[in-house]
Structures are given as C-alpha cells and as structure tokens.
C-alpha cells in the first residue's frame, strides 16, 4: 500500500496497525522497515522547518510502480510505503518503507530498493526553512540535490 | 418540407497543459498554464516557449502524462508535461 499524508504520523504504530490486519499470518518470517526523520541540521546550517512538495497523481503512481517492480524482483508478501508532504519539522518522521517476506533477504534488499528508487525518482522537494536571522536574509533554500546513500 | 441544416461548430481545445513544481514554479511565478499546441512536437518545444525569457540556470527534468520524459518525447494536444528540478524525497 502507498499513502502520501499531510498528517504527521509514528511509522511504528503504522507499522503496528498495518500488520493486524495483513492478509498473510503466519506466513511472514522477516519484515524490514526504514524510517526516515527530519534532522535540525544541514549542510552546516540550522534548520527549523521544512515543505515537502510533491507532483500528486505522478508521485502515487510511480510510487505504485517502484513496489510492483519489487515484487516481480523478490518474493514479497506485503509492502507499506507512507511519505509526509506540508510543514515537517525537527524529528518528524518523513518516509516510512516496510516489507514482508517469507525469509529475510527479500524485505532486506526490496526494502534498500524501494527507498533507494523512491529518493532518486519519486517527484518530492524539499525546501528548508533556516534559522530566523538567516530567513530574514532570504535564505530559505530548496534542496539541490539527494545524497547517493551508498 | 423544408430541413433545416445548422452547422455546429464544435470547437476543440488544442491545448497542452504545462505544470512546474518547486523552485521552478517560484522561477516563473506559475504553477499551471494551458498552451497552444499549434508548431509544438515535443517536449523540447514546449521547453522553448515556456522558458523564454528566463534565466535557467539549474538542471530541470521533464515528464508527460506524469511518466519521466526525455527532451525528444512527442507531446500532441490534452497532454499533461510537467517540469520540475532534480527530486529531493525521502
């Protein structure tokens, strides 16, 4: 399942939740997560906030796609991806991937898959809001670019 | 007996619609606009008339019917294309 919220929320207790009502009890042996958070620091400046932007329609259907490319790749049982867009801040969950499989090595490479094509190419944006003297300034800044994570 | 014949003109939009997201669309000071696609092929073209008159200095991509695009994608009329900056998700 692939949900875009503007509605803060804790990946575990979505984790939680998800897994109560999944069609595969019993047949699950590993489940792999990643959650990524908000950090108060970038490239060397302090920032306070920050506006997730994204393309709707595009995002929700590539999203789709990068599971169903996943799935033809592993053998998988199910699969969660929830993303924030809007005002974050500080420690706020952003992206949560979480994969179900049989055996370990399938939800631990599909899940680094997912979140790997989901920062390369899912259409989201970041723009910072820095520190008041430095919005003052005009700073807030759109992120250029997403690190390889390699 | 007398037939009547009116003609209706059915006029058909030939429009392509173009969106921008994030700096792009605080660059052109738009985030929607319908053109007309008499003289455009491709993505490039729509690229040469939206783009004209400003200075764009950072790397864009492109898409059409929200699938990724290259500059030499054919685009016809009641096509979506979108134009955006590299993505920062995750």
Known sequence: MVTITETPFDPWQTISQYQEQMQCDGEFGACATFVGTMRDMNEGDEVNGMLLEHYPGMTEKHLESIVANAEEKWGLLDTLVVHRVGELFPNDPIVLVAVWSAHRKDSFEACRFIMEDLKSKAPFWKKESLSEAEQQAGKNRWVENNTSGY | ?90
């Open chain 2, 1 to 90: 007996m007398q037939t009547i014949m009116t003609q209706s003109k059915v006029e058909t939009v030939m429009t392509i619609k173009v969106l921008y997201f994030a700096s792009l669309r605080e660059l052109f000071g738009r985030e929607e606009q319908a053109l007309d696609c008499a003289d455009i092929e491709t993505v490039a073209d729509v690229w040469k008339e939206v783009s004209a008159g400003y200075e764009v200095s950072q790397s864009v991509l492109n898409s059409v019917n929200q699938e990724y695009a290259e500059l030499d994608t054919p685009v016809k009329a009641g096509d979506e294309v979108a134009f955006f900056p590299p993505v920062t998700g995750g």
